[in-house]
């Protein structure tokens, strides 16, 4: 497809057809800049009508496919596949047995899903019995691989407290590569490790560029689980020697006699007391390290639909003697269950050879150093199997497998059962599920829970009863909050006299809110509120108002006009993160939204853009005559949810910053504009290159405009990617924004 672009009329525009418009002046090109600023920054609010079709609180749909559930339910979901490793379609809730603590038990809930999908989440919400959710039927699949409504969950646990260097960058590469190839536009990923290290960026979010800050933020940090005596011993190698594992003993007593002169009985001592140490401070790390991913797991319960995890590590001795790692796994499994996660857990030591390490002089080789490495293994191993995963080793390339993980878990059959009878006491319940007459067919599922005891009950309805700011729980809300619809949008520009500016453009859609008498109108009061923070976490600018809106009426077409409130900072250059959210007082529903913005510091004299600011000109708008010099946004309001009618033509502005002008300072920039619409990362449209004008008293400040036909794409979500093309410097910038059609 061939993108068509028509360039907007005005003082800053080029005219795209075959000729260029001439720019006008520099002072007309700031008048209008002002102007587009107070549009999206000064006004505070905005009233924008928008045609949605929401339903009004408190309304419910009756229809036949509405399922009720008043019972609490244990719920699971189950992948089954073939000898072939393929998904079983098509089987059916008599098809499977289901047994809890060896005993059978009836299944009161049977669903086949997709992951990743809004569906997905009605049905799980249906399983659970948390109110009456309204299955609907699954739309038509077609064989083109089309981006789900929701996305998928991904988590990376990167255990960077039990990983050598070099696995450390072998990992980091995989996921950067994961990021840059594999990870769709709507897609929820987290970058995690078991030290912290990541801070602030350890959320979840679809930003690429985040993502990889947070990948960057991983480097190599050095833990006492390895002692510093020849010859040298790790975890899992004391870990066979307290075992009694004879090889392994052996070894180390013929080193210590031929390195300290020491007789067999005092080597033998000190090699005993050496891995006894040396496992108590194994211990702590392979506990804290439990603890994170349990805690990790637990959290993605807020998460809607099916998460799954990549724990990357080493691996580290289980000890399941001397310490509570079986009791830690069982919490982790349990969690999983509870939040409906999987993990899979990935061996980053890479392929198996004969030597253990081969960044260390003295470690044994052959049959000795293998039989190190299973002992590492046994901990991932167990924790792919308890949570429904897979095990993941001997492989220097963890790409492909994440790849056929995300297959795996991509469809399941969601089972969902009432417990045969009440616990007494915090005893783990093991879960049993098999396809009858089906024993080629092998099955992953999570491998039990606990029974929360009435302590744990009570302490957790006391949790929940403990006052707390509404407005303030939601812009913390590891997801977005949605009773009543909110988005956001950033922007960054650089205008004088400003300087760098971040705009939050924040929407509220009125349709959710609850309208009552206030002092004798009827009225809506909302709370908004909003903080921006840097990329270590500390806020730096916030906000907050109390806003009053009317009622819909005739003269506004039966529906009260949405609420557009934009708040501006003057920043320094970085990366920031923007957290809003809104309640209406009078139900207590809120809703919340999160989006990152990079501020570039343009002073390094790099070529550099602004945001993409977009806007829409609906069907029914008269496009401006050429000659007339316009605003992109005069009669044409900054889109705050990017979502257009397809009848409807996109706009956008953008500025182009530090244009070289070779060793002439007052030489034209020659700077050409590509412009693409992708989806998944994939071109579907792409105009030909286009050469800026400038404006001769401002050659360090190119504006930019046009408008784009939607007619000929198809409904879905899309990337709008403008690539400025610096000929004298053979330099290039990008900037994207993300939009939906419909």
Same mark, same amino acid.
């Not at 108590?280 to 702590?284: F, T």
């Given at each position: 497809m061939?993108l068509?672009?028509?360039?907007l009329?005005?003082?800053y525009?080029?005219y795209?057809?075959?000729?260029? /418009?001439?720019i006008?002046?520099?002072?007309?090109?700031?008048?209008?800049a002002?102007?587009l600023?107070?549009?999206i920054?000064g006004?505070?609010?905005?009233?924008?009508?928008?045609?949605?079709n929401?339903a009004?609180?408190?309304q419910?749909?009756q229809?036949d496919?509405?399922?009720?559930?008043?019972?609490d339910?244990?719920?699971?979901?189950?992948?089954?596949f073939d000898?072939?490793?393929?998904?079983v379609?098509?089987l059916?809730k008599?098809d499977?047995?289901l047994?809890?603590?060896g005993k059978?038990v009836?299944?009161n809930f049977?669903?086949?899903?997709?992951a990743?999908t809004?569906?997905?989440?009605?049905?799980?919400?249906?399983?659970?019995?948390?109110?009456?959710a309204?299955?609907?039927?699954?739309?038509?699949e077609?064989v083109?691989?089309?981006?789900?409504?929701?996305?998928?969950?991904?988590?990376?646990?990167?255990?960077d407290?039990?990983?050598?260097p070099?696995?450390?960058?072998r990992?980091?590469?995989?996921?950067?590569r994961?990021?840059?190839t594999?990870?769709?536009q709507?897609?929820?990923?987290a970058?995690?490790?078991?030290?912290?290290?990541?801070?602030?960026?350890q959320?979840?979010?679809?930003n690429?560029?985040?993502l990889?800050?947070a990948?960057?933020r991983?480097?190599?940090?050095f833990?006492?689980?390895?002692?510093?005596q020849?010859?040298v011993?790790?975890d899992?190698?004391a870990?066979?020697?307290n075992?009694?594992?004879k090889a392994?003993?052996?070894?180390?007593?013929l080193?210590?006699?031929?390195?300290?002169?020491?007789?067999?009985?005092?080597a033998r001592?000190i090699?005993?007391q050496?891995?006894?140490i040396l496992l108590?401070?194994?211990?702590?790390y392979s506990?804290?390290?439990?603890?994170?991913?349990?805690?990790?797991s637990?959290?993605a319960a807020?998460?809607?639909?099916?998460?799954?995890?990549?724990?990357?590590s080493d691996?580290?001795p289980?000890?399941?003697?001397?310490?509570?790692?079986? @009791?830690r796994?069982r919490?982790?499994?349990?969690?999983s269950?509870r939040?409906g996660v999987m993990?899979?857990?990935?061996?980053?030591?890479?392929l198996?050879?004969?030597?253990? @390490?081969?960044?260390?002089e003295?470690? #044994?080789t052959?049959p000795?150093a293998?039989?190190t490495?299973v002992?590492g293994e046994?901990i991932?191993?167990?924790?792919?199997e308890?949570?429904?995963?897979?095990?993941v080793?001997n492989?220097n390339?963890?790409?492909?497998?994440?790849? /056929?993980?995300?297959?795996?878990t991509s469809?399941y059959?969601?089972?969902?059962?009432? $417990?045969?009878e009440?616990?007494t006491?915090r005893?783990f319940h093991r879960?049993q599920?098999?396809?009858?007459n089906?024993?080629e067919?092998?099955?992953?599922?999570q491998?039990?829970?606990? =029974?929360?005891? #009435?302590?744990e009950?009570?302490a957790?309805?006391? /949790?929940?009863?403990a $006052?707390?700011? $509404?407005?303030r729980?939601a812009?913390n809300?590891?997801? $977005?909050?949605? =009773?009543?619809?909110?988005?956001?949008?950033?922007?960054?520009?650089?205008a004088?006299?400003?300087g760098?500016t971040?705009?939050?453009s924040?929407?509220?859609e009125?349709?959710?809110?609850k309208?009552?008498?206030?002092?004798g109108?009827?009225a809506a009061a909302v709370?908004?509120?909003?903080?921006?923070?840097?990329?270590?976490?500390?806020?730096?600018?916030s906000f907050k108002?109390?806003?009053?809106?009317?009622p819909?009426?005739?003269d506004?077409?039966?529906?009260?006009?949405?609420i557009i409130?934009n708040?501006?900072?003057?920043?320094?250059?970085?990366?920031?993160?923007?957290?809003? &959210?809104?309640?209406?007082r009078?139900?207590?529903q809120t809703?919340?939204?999160?989006?990152?913005?990079?501020?570039p510091?343009?002073?390094?004299q790099g070529l550099?853009?602004s945001?993409?600011?977009?806007? =829409?000109?609906?069907s029914? &708008?008269t496009q401006?005559?050429?000659?007339k010099a316009n605003?992109l946004?005069?009669?044409v309001?900054?889109?705050?949810?990017?979502?257009?009618?397809?009848?409807?033509?996109l706009?956008?502005?953008?500025?182009?910053?530090?244009?070289?002008?070779?060793?002439?300072s007052n030489?034209?920039?020659?700077?050409?504009?590509?412009v693409q619409?992708l989806?998944?990362n994939?071109?579907?449209?792409t105009?030909?290159?286009? /050469?800026?004008?400038?404006?001769?008293q401002?050659?360090?400040r190119?504006?930019?405009?046009?408008e784009?036909?939607?007619?000929?794409?198809? #409904?879905g979500?899309y990337?709008?990617?403008v690539?400025?093309?610096?000929?004298?410097?053979?330099?290039?910038?990008?900037?994207k924004?993300?939009?939906?059609?419909?």
């Open positions: 061939v068509s672009v028509t360039v009329p005005g003082p525009l080029l795209l057809k075959i000729t260029m /418009k001439k006008y002046s520099r002072q007309l090109l700031l008048v209008c002002a102007s600023l107070f549009l920054c006004a505070g609010t905005q009233a924008q009508q928008q045609n949605r929401t009004q609180p408190g419910q749909e229809t496919d509405v399922i009720r559930i008043s019972t339910l244990v719920q699971t979901g189950v992948s089954v000898k072939q490793g393929r998904f379609e098509g059916k008599e499977f047995e047994k809890v603590d059978p009836d299944v049977f669903e086949q899903v997709r990743g809004a569906r997905e989440e009605a049905v799980a919400a249906t399983a659970r019995g948390e109110s009456r309204k299955v609907k039927a699954t739309v038509k077609t083109e691989a089309k981006t789900p409504e929701r996305g998928r969950i991904i988590i990376f646990f990167v255990d407290t039990h990983m050598a070099d696995s450390l960058k990992t980091k590469d995989d996921i950067i994961f990021i840059d594999q990870m769709a709507n897609d929820l990923v970058i995690t490790s078991s030290s912290g290290q990541i801070g602030f960026l959320q979840y979010t679809n690429k560029e985040v990889k800050r990948v960057g991983l480097t190599y940090r833990y006492p689980t390895r002692d510093t020849a010859p011993m790790t899992s190698q870990m066979l020697i075992q009694g594992d392994m003993g052996e070894y180390f007593v080193e210590t006699i031929r390195i300290w002169n020491v007789p067999p009985p005092t001592e090699v005993a050496r891995a006894r108590e401070q194994a211990r702590g506990k804290a390290t439990l603890s994170a991913l349990e805690t990790l637990r959290r807020g998460l809607p639909g099916r998460k799954l995890i990549f724990f990357i691996g580290f289980m000890d399941a003697r001397n310490s509570d790692t079986l @009791d796994i919490n982790i499994a349990d969690a269950i939040s993990i899979y857990t990935m061996d980053s030591r890479g198996v050879t004969d030597m253990m @390490d081969a960044t260390s003295t470690m #044994p052959g000795v293998l039989a490495r002992v046994d991932l191993n167990r924790l792919a308890d949570t429904g995963g897979r095990f080793h492989t390339r963890l790409g492909p497998e994440m790849t /056929k993980a995300l297959e795996e469809n059959y969601l089972l969902a059962w009432r $417990p045969n009440a616990g006491g005893k879960v599920v098999r396809v009858k089906r024993p067919l092998s099955i992953k599922v491998r039990g829970y606990f =029974e929360s005891t #009435p302590e009950k009570r957790a309805r006391a /949790k929940a009863a $006052p707390v700011d $509404p407005l729980k812009i809300s590891l997801f $977005p909050k949605r =009773e009543i619809p909110t988005r956001l949008a950033l922007s960054y520009i650089d004088p006299p400003g760098s971040l705009v939050a924040m929407k509220v009125t349709d959710a809110l309208f009552e008498q206030q002092g109108k009827t709370e908004i509120a909003g903080t921006i923070y840097d990329s270590q976490g500390k806020a730096v600018d108002q109390r806003l009053t809106v009317t819909p009426s005739s506004t077409g039966g529906k009260a006009p949405d409130y708040h501006r900072a003057t920043l320094k250059p970085g990366l920031y993160q923007v957290r809003v &959210a809104a309640l209406d009078a139900s207590g809703g919340s939204a999160t989006e990152w913005l990079e501020i510091d343009i002073s390094k550099y853009m945001s993409l600011i977009v806007g =829409e000109r609906k029914s &708008a401006q005559p050429e000659e605003s946004v005069e009669g309001p900054v889109s705050v949810d990017h979502s257009f009618e397809r009848s409807s033509n706009r956008f502005l953008v500025y182009i910053y530090n244009a070289s002008r070779g060793i002439n030489a034209q920039p020659q700077v050409e504009l590509q619409i989806r998944d994939k071109p579907v449209a105009a030909p290159p286009r /050469k800026l004008s400038a404006d001769p401002d050659l360090t190119l504006a930019y405009a046009s784009i036909p939607l007619q000929e794409i198809s #409904p979500q990337t709008l990617q690539t400025a093309i610096d000929r004298v410097a053979k330099t290039t910038a990008s900037q924004v993300r939009f939906e059609v419909q």
